[in-house]
């Protein structure tokens, strides 16, 4: 689980709540069935409009997906770097053949680096690894942002539904003028809440989750760029130090590999 991520949802919500306590004794008055059907069922019809309902459905499975942890962190990188080291040393004394029942564990559920492997093993040279790597890489990132720029859009029209929500109030209000002048009040502040739903659906929801889950997916994105590099000197059967160093220069100095303190 990401603890951060559920820590600062609910912190966020009990700010807001907490706000409203302190305020006034009319809880209820925030809420509004109607506002929330106006902002919420809005948002997703335009969405299924704008879209085809399989990136929506997707992209709305991406909500409840944020609250785990991710599967690359930083330390991560390192470790990869160490791994494909330990493979250039079983190429340097064992040969490409040998590479491949050593990774056949390493690779499992790992569909990029099978690929890289595969064919680094079919004896493609380094530049051929490398442009079909990062050409997977680059469609791969492609693809999985889909769903961010849905997400994103739904971000821009909620706060538009909450306005119209918002006009639609007014105009009953207005058309009520004639009666009571003390219910003018109420009606407006209800109006409002539209406005309002939009406004948290909007900042509080979709664009946090459309951020974290591009975040995550550039972070993908370059720790296969980092594999592709290595899977490419493989190829070409440079010496384990070439290839430590290379790796280490997309990395932030403070997580360098250092060959001379691994285990051979």
Do not use: C
Not at 10 to 16: K, R
Not at 76 to 82: C, D, F, W
Not at 163 to 178: E, F, Q
Not at 193 to 220: C, M, N, S, W
Request: aromatic share 10%.
């Amino acid at each position: 689980m990401s603890i951060t991520t559920i820590v600062a949802l609910l912190g966020a919500m009990a700010l807001f709540l907490g706000s409203i306590v302190i305020s006034t004794d009319n809880y209820f008055i925030f809420v509004s069935l109607s506002s929330f059907v106006m902002v919420v069922g809005g948002t997703l019809a335009a969405t299924f409009i704008s879209y085809e309902p399989r990136y929506v459905f997707l992209s709305l499975r991406l909500i409840y997906k944020i609250f785990f942890s991710p599967k690359i962190g930083r330390n991560v990188l390192k470790t990869e770097v160490g791994r494909i080291i330990k493979w250039a040393y079983t190429v340097q004394k064992k040969g490409l053949p040998a590479l491949e029942s050593e990774t056949k564990k390493a690779v499992k559920g790992d569909r990029f680096l099978k690929f890289g492997i595969d064919m680094v093993v079919s004896g493609y040279t380094g530049d051929e690894v490398r442009a079909m790597l990062l050409n997977t890489v680059n469609t791969t990132y492609g693809r999985n942002t889909v769903q961010v720029n849905i997400l994103k859009n739904m971000a821009a029209a909620a706060p538009a539904f909450g306005m119209v929500g918002t006009l639609v109030g007014l105009i009953i209000m207005l058309d009520s003028m004639g009666g009571d002048p003390k219910s003018l009040g109420a009606g407006l502040a209800v109006a409002l809440l539209t406005t309002l739903y939009g406004v948290l659906f909007a900042r509080l929801i979709l664009t946090p989750v459309a951020d974290k889950v591009q975040q995550r997916e550039q972070i993908v994105r370059f720790r296969n760029v980092l594999l592709a590099e290595g899977m490419s000197l493989l190829a070409d059967r440079k010496n384990p130090r070439f290839i430590q160093d290379s790796m280490n220069s997309f990395l932030d100095p403070a997580i360098h590999f250092n060959i001379d303190k691994m285990k051979k």
